[in-house]
């Protein structure tokens, strides 16, 4: 796993620069993206690009990551609502092309599975994650073996709680589906988003601490196309 480390001031820049690379050789590129807080600033950036015609997302496919479950369709804090809201809203890429968790109706263990094949079937070109403080990748808590598949979580308390980060909730959801850290694993390339000094601690222990369950993003210490791609504050400790 390579390490990139940019000043604060660039760090977004530096990011949307190699995705734009990817975008421009492989137009075609099948993509797994997080949410959260520490990709918007990359996306906004690629906003930016596609508006100017620098970058094109038509013939691209995305999955989404992750999704909270019990939140109602189109809440502010719903995964396929912040991305929607932060790159999908600002790119040109066809809906038809972007896959979301389909957890409103029915089962949602069946829908894991069959987002589980939908993304086997073809792959993932790339994943691009952001880092939790506890060291999960998505909604793939402490604990979890490395060759999971995509399926229903019970979220750790400080994934819960975090939830409230990003909109009100009348009660924190406790659960979640996610893609799973196999087939994360079987990207063909894996980033790994992470500025900000609030994850230098977890950080540090991903990048020089044992690999295992403990550290869900250890995994990416095993990948041979694996690249973190850090601001300066997050490896401040």
Sequence with gaps: MRV???????????????????????????????????PVPVYAEMGRRVAAGAVSFARATVFVLDEWLGLPPGHEVRCDSMLQRDLLAHVDLDPGRVHTFDVDDGDPAAECRTYDAAIRDGGLDLAILG???????????????????????????????????????????THGVTVGLGPIGDAAEVWLLVRGAEKAGILSRV???????????????????????????AVSS
């Design 4 to 38: 990139d480390i940019q000043p604060v001031e660039t760090w977004a820049s530096r990011v949307a620069d190699l995705w734009t690379s990817r975008l421009l050789d492989q137009p075609t590129l099948r993509m797994c993206l997080a949410t959260g807080a520490t």
């Design 131 to 173: 880092l939790g403080r506890n060291g999960h990748l998505g909604m793939n808590e402490p604990g979890t073996v490395f060759d999971a598949p995509t399926r229903i979580v019970e979220l750790a308390e400080e994934t819960r709680l975090g939830a409230a980060r990003y909109g009100e909730l009348a009660t924190s959801p």
């Design 207 to 233: 990048l020089e601490g044992p690999v295992g369950p403990d550290i869900p993003a250890t995994r990416l210490r095993l990948h041979p196309r694996g690249l973190v791609l850090a601001d300066a504050d």
